[in-house]
């Protein structure tokens, strides 16, 4: 089912964690020559980060510093303090790669619990005021200094009761862009992803394909699918 490996990676082992009931190793491994089509930008770190499950890994060899040609990584004390403080949960969510972003989203206070139990503690979680809540709209200051309206409840009801369980939150956190774009696809009833951009470009993508796929025709007034589907 899973196929033969088409690679083999060295890598430095420098964590073994469990989340959700399962095992995970955090590994380093040194950047190969540039490629093409890849950015200066990432070619400039000289080495990654992956997580990998430990029950889906197969073939492993064992190799000593001599025969991996002295390829070993030596964490910063940063990050063997930020290891042993197990501040690992924003390299998980279905991602192989720990390079992460900080990402802006609203969130349904009433769900919050959802949210906790993927990302533990390491969420910056904010209420809008009495008055905003009074109001229904807020503005929210992204990164790049722009201010956007937002509105504070997910629900144009008039009924109080109802608008109060739709009520939204402000949240930030560090998580890699491929694994938070596939978490907020299965939780989209409860998030509207701010910034950045490209976090909301591929759920726009992610919807579009499934517009297409399903042929989904899109009602008189909403906004019209790039393929006119």
Sequence with gaps: ILGKAEFRRIVTPLKVFSDNGKLYVYVAWERGKKKE???????????????????????????????????????????????????????????????????????????????????????????????????????????????KEIFVFDVDDDDKEEQDKKERVLCKLDCTLFGFVNWAMQISDFIEVLEPQSVVDEIEKKVEKLVKRYGIQLKKGEKEHEQNV
Excluded: C, H
């Design 37 to 147: 089509n890849k950015s200066e930008e990432k070619n400039k770190k000289p080495w990654s980060f992956s997580t990998y499950r430990i029950d889906l890994m197969r073939e492993l060899v064992k190799r000593n510093i001599e025969e991996s040609g002295g390829k070993v990584y030596v964490p910063s004390k940063e990050q063997r303090e930020e290891l042993r403080m197990s501040n690992i949960k924003k390299y998980l969510n279905m991602s192989f790669s720990s390079e992460t972003k900080e990402i802006q989203f609203l969130f349904l206070r009433e769900r919050i619990t959802v949210l906790m139990d993927t990302f533990g503690k390491n969420i910056t979680i904010k209420r809008f005021s009495k008055s905003e809540r009074e109001e229904g709209k807020a503005v929210v200051k992204l990164k790049d200094g722009e201010e």
